[in-house]
């Protein structure tokens, strides 16, 4: 499972997290207060978090907020946050309806003066009123987004510690399993809680600094960059955590029954172990996105936009390491498979190693014979070969009888090249022709290879030289207008070269085929592959495509000589917070 992976569903077909646990303020040692004419409360909204309140966006608003016992927080203070976030939460949900009114095409107008309730002095200076709402809405949407990253936390720390408490400490738990197993299962979690609830204490101190939060990033960034490794640990250990948990269901009948019954447990309201096993891999994507939407809401070339994307920048190299170490455990056992069913009728090629990974495999078909004798009379004009092509390495090979693989040929990746060739009928559709500078042999080789599609024929030229022009624009040349799509249906990959797509990712498209495949890179994390089209939309206003690379460039723009000299100078945690 890589990072970002949709959490599973409830019993009624519902996505719901852990982190989604409704909690009673009285079980968290909180205090609570109902909001007068808050909408969410005439609707039973029983949404509450462990100390703290979490906007609910479109899907309405909080009827109770949650507050810590502390002589810094007062009750008046918690009411005037609550009517705020109220306030923003319905607003927000108001205009999010009469969108899809708009779109829908029913004539239905709505305007910002309709979803804000305005008092009598207001009403008599309309451009002040302008004024005001345009600012308001600015500097509370900045909030809103500081202000979920901190209540989000509260939540995961909270479902965290259930996993603790009602699983990982579980007596007759602990004698079932083997301290090997025990480990295995739960990885670190206890050092995963541990910085978490060291982050959210800081987090609620800053709230407490001023109950208008000013930034978080710069304790993003110093966690990020200090104690996140703690999640590379536990996200590298998934291969083998997700085997343990099988096996174990399948060969303990006594856990399995232990497991079936601390699920039925109202705290875990219906979710499975392997839900709550799962939270720090989708926590530490989910900050990412976070902070990204903390960036998009700040000023530009501002104080608080330089430490945003410091913070986003420490969250992406600690994702890419989280990736990066699940692959290499499941990498490993899957060259070790590869290496058994090779037989090499050259000089052996070692083909096990810890900078190797398999990028794509599968049949083709060799057209046989010299060049000057191809005609359509030949006997046998295609024979068929097997390619293994890894991240330095192409082996090419005959499959023979006991799932064994004959190697006659190879070449490093950089030294492929391919064409593909013009239409030329029926029987040549879809072939291109595959030129090996430096073989086995030391001398240049050329394949000329049939595929059985138009998709399948691109998305080999495409692994094979990743570096060709393609029909689009490139990813480095997104000055240009390329053509965009969205993602409207999620898409788990099948194949190597193959693009997982979540819904609503914006990718630009570098190629794509008569046959409904694209080659996109997302946005938001550079990451390539081929996706089928029936998954996607396509942009087609200009003035979209141009937003979205804007923001693009915007968080991933790079250091420049002189923002690089104000980090080393700048003390994160003790600037001016206005």
Known sequence: MKLGDTIPSTADGKTQAPGDLSCSPTQTGAQAWPLPGCPGRSLGCGWRRRGLLEPLGARGCLCFLAVPTRPQTTAAAAREVAGRVCSQSTRRGALVAAGRRRNKGDGTKASCASLTPRSEETKNHPHQDGVTSHLQRILSSRKEAMFELVTSEASYYKSLSLLVSHFVENER????????????????????????????????????????????????????????????????????????????????????????????????????????????????????????????????????????????????????????????????????????????????????????????????????????????????????????????????????????????????????????????????????????????????????????????????????????????????????????????????????????LELADILNILDKTEDGWIFGERLHDQERGWFPSNMTEEILNPKIRSQNLKECFRVHKMDDPQRSQNKDRRKLGSRNRQ
């Not at 926590?283 to 501002?302: A, F, G, P």
């Not at 070449?411 to 559709?429: H, K, N, Y």
């Open 173 to 500: 738990l602990k004698k079932l399993l083997h301290p090997s197993e025990a480990h295995i299962l739960f990885s670190n979690v206890l050092d995963v809680m541990g910085v978490s609830e060291r982050f959210l204490l800081e987090l609620e101190r800053r709230m407490e600094e001023n109950i208008v939060i000013s930034d978080v990033c710069d304790i993003v960034y110093r966690y990020a960059a200090n104690h996140f490794s703690v999640y590379i640990t536990y996200v590298s250990n998934q291969t083998y955590q997700e085997r343990t948990y099988k096996q174990l269901l399948q060969e303990k009948a006594a856990f399995r029954e232990l497991i079936a019954q601390l699920e039925l447990d109202p705290k875990c309201r219906g979710l499975p172990l392997s839900s709550f096993l799962i939270l720090p891999f989708q926590r530490i994507t989910r900050l990412k996105l976070l902070v990204q939407n903390i960036l998009k809401r700040v000023e530009e070339s501002s104080e608080r936009e330089a430490t945003a994307l410091d913070a986003h920048k420490e969250l992406e190299l600690v994702v890419k390491a989280c990736n990066e170490g699940v692959r290499k455990m499941s990498r490993t056992e899957q060259m070790i498979s590869i290496q058994k069913k090779m037989e090499f009728k050259i000089k052996s090629v070692p083909i096990i190693s810890h900078s190797r990974w398999l990028l794509k495999q599968g049949e083709l078909q060799q057209m046989s014979g010299p060049k000057t004798s191809r005609t359509l009379r030949t006997k046998k004009l295609f024979r068929e070969i097997y390619l293994f092509l890894f991240n330095d390495l192409l082996v090419i090979c005959r499959q023979i009888p006991g799932d064994k693989y004959q190697v006659f040929d190879s070449a490093p990746r950089g030294l492929l090249r391919v064409e593909e060739l013009e239409d030329q009928g029926q029987t040549l559709a879809n072939v291109f022709i595959l030129r090996l500078l430096e073989n086995a042999d030391d001398r240049e080789a050329t394949y000329m290879l049939k595929a059985t599609s138009q998709s399948e024929m691109k998305r080999w030229m495409t692994s094979l030289a990743p570096n060709r022009r393609t029909k689009f624009v490139s990813f480095t040349s997104r000055l240009l207008d390329c053509p965009q799509v969205q993602c409207v249906h999620p898409y788990v990959a099948q194949q190597p070269d193959e693009l997982t």
